[in-house]
């Protein structure tokens, strides 16, 4: 909880207040009067955030209403850093070079050749969301994306040690970023349209447990509302039939039978009202974006396919000491083994250069993303 106390002291001390440490883990603030409005504080307070209080102190924890008290506060500031971080020397690369990208290329109709390793700065963009789902129960997480911006590769493995390694630094480790890295940083558009593609599948994934829970709560009460209604049919259908073999009226009949056809009804009504009461709606806020600008050891590979060419990079990371994984270019996917297509040589996932419906033949839909390139055929 240490760390929250260091942030709720940053933010105060920005915003004009002289704060103190105290312990057990708590701070002595004198705060100006918006600072006062916006946290609902007097001039002179103590904060505790341990389990243990100091004197006179307040408690205020990650939970309390102060995670947003501080949000309305800050409004859009300090949602966009840029940093870069400058190691005096790389750690030395792992022995096997060859070895590592071989663990990570697996391509099925194209070869490939290491054509050296060269030490080179990249940018990282790393984007932090809070997902907030919603069905009969509400679940709020935390989900990150880290980017190469040099290569366009999602390296899902970073997020936590870069966020790691920063925590751990002091403020004189972290520059302001001297960004003469090339390629530029991305646009909003293009780092928009990458998030859309990728981020569905993450969320699924996080939510899994959430949604196996939610799956579990809905089938106990279809089973509830089957078993109920069923013993209702088997009663009237019974009394029914009681009534058929006593040779009662037609309109005593056309009783049971309309009675029948309501229990039908109001069981089809129920099931619709469980499906409205577990449909999950999810809601994705970016609260966070880190550009980062750090050397790395970058792989230059050469990808040949009948007699065509292709240059690509892939990058090795100091902090996560990881070779960053390829992906498909038209999904963003890492499904292996990968294809490389005749005219541009992009690298595909299986499904990605699947077979047309129509006329069988396989295409690249990165070079053709609406339409079969051999029979014309809409995808
Ligand atoms: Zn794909
Ligand atoms: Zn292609
Ligand atoms: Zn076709």
Redesign the pocket.
Known sequence: MSNFRDIVSSIMTLEGAVVEQIEPQGIEVIAPEPLQKALSIPEWSRIGFGPELPDQAMRVTIESDWTEKIGNLLGNRGRILSISLEENSLPKLPSNPEQLIKHEIDMKNATYRLKDIQEEKTRYLLLTFQITAISDEKREDILSLCLNESNGVIVDNLCDPILAHISSLKNGDVQEPEDDVSPAPWDVQRVKEVVKKIIPERIRTRLSPFLSGMERRMKRDIDRLYDYHTDLRREAAKRLAEKKQKGKEEEELEKEHSRLASIAREYRTKIADLQRKYAMTVEIDLVQSLRLIMPVYRFNIVIMRRKGSRNIHMDWNPISKKLESLFCQSCLSSLTPYWVCDDHLHLLCPSCIST??????E?CRVCYPTK??????SS
């Open positions: 047309c419906t129509s006329c069988n033949k295409y079969c390139s051999k029979c014309g055929h």
